[in-house]
């Protein structure tokens, strides 16, 4: 079984600035592609943790970032990259802000999450996985099981 075969093929990578104003097109577009590669039982989290990595970009570093989604055999990873060494922060968020909540939400949703410094920032990823006992994405299958 040739389990990087999926992870090649299934990929999207955008170049954008994190505009507010563009995150509606940016939701529609991940969850166009995870419904496409078979994946729509953990879009709406794949698509939250896409929007809060996206807003701390625009919070902390002014924009310009690229977003990368692959699919892996257990679920799908978000990585964004930005030109900001300063690693997240989850807080314990203040229920009473506005804001302040984005990596705290990530950390609950998602399977897992890093951070990874390169040469020009850093990249922040997230892992996102069905829940235990929904269907899991096998190589070669194009439908999920009846």
Same mark, same amino acid.
């Given at each position: 079984?040739?389990?990087?075969?999926?992870?090649?093929?299934?990929?999207?990578?955008?170049?954008?600035?994190?505009?507010?104003?563009?995150?509606?097109?940016?939701?529609?577009?991940?969850?166009?592609? &995870?419904?496409?590669? *078979? $994946?729509?039982?953990?879009?709406? /989290?794949? #698509?939250?943790?896409?929007?809060?990595?996206? =807003?701390?970009?625009?919070?902390?570093?002014g924009g310009e970032c690229v977003l990368l989604?692959?699919?892996?055999?257990?679920?799908?990873?978000?990585?964004?990259?930005?030109?900001?060494p300063a690693p997240p922060r989850v807080y314990?968020?203040?229920? &009473?802000?506005?804001? *302040? $909540?984005?990596?705290?939400?990530? /950390?609950? #949703?998602?399977?897992?999450?890093?951070?990874? =410094?390169?040469?020009?920032?850093?990249?922040?990823?997230?892992?996102?996985?069905?829940?235990?006992?929904?269907?899991?994405?096998?190589?070669?299958?194009?439908?999920?099981?009846?």
């Amino acid at each position: 079984m040739d389990v990087m075969a999926v992870a090649e093929n299934r990929r999207y990578r955008q170049e954008l600035v994190a505009d507010p104003r563009e995150f509606a097109r940016v939701r529609r577009t991940l969850t166009a592609r &995870l419904v496409d590669w *078979g $994946r729509s039982g953990i879009a709406a /989290s794949a #698509v939250l943790c896409a929007t809060e990595l996206l =807003a701390n970009v625009h919070r902390h570093t002014g924009g310009e970032c690229v977003l990368l989604l692959e699919e892996t055999p257990h679920g799908v990873r978000l990585t964004v990259s930005d030109t900001s060494p300063a690693p997240p922060r989850v807080y314990q968020p203040d229920w &009473l802000s506005e804001n *302040g $909540r984005g990596m705290w939400l990530l /950390s609950c #949703v998602a399977h897992d999450w890093g951070v990874r =410094a390169t040469p020009t920032g850093k990249d922040v990823w997230a892992e996102v996985r069905p829940d235990e006992g929904e269907y899991t994405r096998e190589p070669g299958d194009e439908e999920p099981p009846s």
